[in-house]
């Protein structure tokens, strides 16, 4: 978890990979293909997080171990979007945080709607190109949600930033910065982008993390190209 909350998708997809293969008990396995999932749903590894959701989730319903289940569907709800199923796979992602937040589970909550963050402004960006087949056959998702999806991304950012101080649970600080980099360098902010950036990469000096993630090398590129 330490590796996703660092933004480096990739080192917590490998990371995980080990834990799965080195635990002897699939309760313990499970503990490690959920943060799996998400990490390779990050590094856009679409084909393998449906595979580890797939596996994983039948087991989870069957030990009734919801506070896993409703991470892994968080993040199965995320492969349905990105596989063209827009509006039942946000649908689904917004549920899971609200019966992670029914049942009390806060942090479980802050840490799906860190990602619903993330995921919003992807929408915002544009980032992937849907040809209108795919709109048309999502209009729920096209109609009310698409259009207003930066609005949304600042207000739950705004959200999660109260909730996750209150809760004194700061390690989401660099999502929400990532966030709101990518959505600033979107629009042209390159110097508010860029002070996003800073703070990500001091969070990280007093972490002790000298590898610098992939994910902010692009965002620092991205910045460094604006006109």
């Not at 990490?39 to 580890?52: D, F, G």
């Not at 994910?215 to 590129?221: E, G, P």
Request: proline share 3%.
């Amino acid at each position: 978890m330490q590796w996703l909350l660092a933004l480096d998708f990739e080192r917590a997809a490998t990371c995980a990979t080990e834990g799965v293969a080195a635990a002897k008990d699939p309760s313990f396995a499970v503990c490690n293909a959920v943060p799996l999932a998400t990490a390779l749903i990050a590094s856009e590894r679409v084909n393998e997080a449906a595979a580890v959701c797939e596996q994983w989730l039948p087991y989870l319903e069957r030990s009734e171990n919801a506070w896993f289940e409703m991470m892994l569907q968080a993040a199965y709800a995320s492969v349905r979007m990105v596989r063209g199923d827009l509006s039942a796979g946000l649908r689904d992602a917004l549920r899971s945080q609200t019966l992670a937040r029914e049942r009390g589970y806060r942090s479980t909550s802050m840490f799906i709607g860190a990602f619903i963050v993330l995921t919003y402004v992807s929408i915002a960006r544009r980032d992937q190109k849907l040809p209108l087949s795919t709109l048309l056959r999502n209009p729920w998702f096209t109609c009310t949600q698409a259009p207003f999806a930066a609005r949304t991304s600042w207000r739950l950012m705004a959200d999660l930033k109260k909730d996750s101080a209150e809760f004194g649970m700061h390690g989401l600080a660099n999502m929400l910065d990532f966030g709101k980099g990518r959505l600033l360098a979107r629009r042209g902010r390159s110097d508010a982008a860029r002070a996003c950036v800073d703070r990500i990469k001091r969070r990280l000096d007093e972490a002790g993390i000298a590898t610098q993630p992939t994910t902010l090398s692009t965002l620092i590129s991205e910045i460094r190209a604006i006109r």
